[in-house]
């Protein structure tokens, strides 16, 4: 199963038959989790392969095609990366402080 916008602001979550494979385009940040069963994680160019067991997560080093397979009826929860606030929405947070102009006494 190829899934599409895992890159959205709500998690992607789905029931996955033992054997089932997912593949999505991961981005570094991404978790990914096990609710239930057991999931075998791989990253394209990554050597090192994951195996979750219910539970628990794991996030994702990089950039790349990603490919997930339930060792069991598994759920899997894909959320989405919280990338840190832009400049301009810092700047929108910032309160300038008054300034009085004139000579100082």
Same mark, same amino acid.
């Given at each position: 199963?190829?899934?599409?916008?895992?890159?959205?602001?709500?998690?992607?979550?789905?029931?996955?038959?033992?054997?089932?494979?997912?593949?999505?385009?991961?981005?570094?940040?991404?978790?990914?989790?096990?609710?239930?069963?057991?999931?075998?994680?791989?990253?394209?160019?990554?050597? *090192?392969?994951?195996?979750?067991?219910?539970?628990?997560?794991?996030?994702?080093?990089? *950039?790349?095609?990603?490919?997930?397979?339930?060792? *069991?009826?598994?759920?899997?929860?894909? *959320?989405?990366?919280?990338?840190?606030?832009?400049?301009?929405?810092?700047?929108?947070?910032?309160?300038?402080?008054?300034?009085?102009?004139?000579?100082?006494?």
């Amino acid at each position: 199963m190829s899934i599409l916008g895992t890159h959205g602001p709500r998690p992607w979550v789905s029931g996955v038959g033992k054997g089932e494979l997912i593949r999505f385009d991961g981005r570094r940040g991404q978790r990914v989790t096990s609710r239930r069963g057991s999931l075998w994680v791989t990253l394209d160019g990554d050597p *090192d392969d994951v195996v979750l067991g219910p539970g628990e997560a794991h996030c994702l080093p990089g *950039d790349g095609p990603v490919l997930i397979q339930a060792l *069991d009826a598994a759920c899997v929860v894909i *959320d989405p990366v919280e990338r840190p606030a832009g400049w301009w929405a810092r700047l929108r947070g910032f309160a300038p402080v008054p300034i009085a102009l004139g000579s100082a006494a």
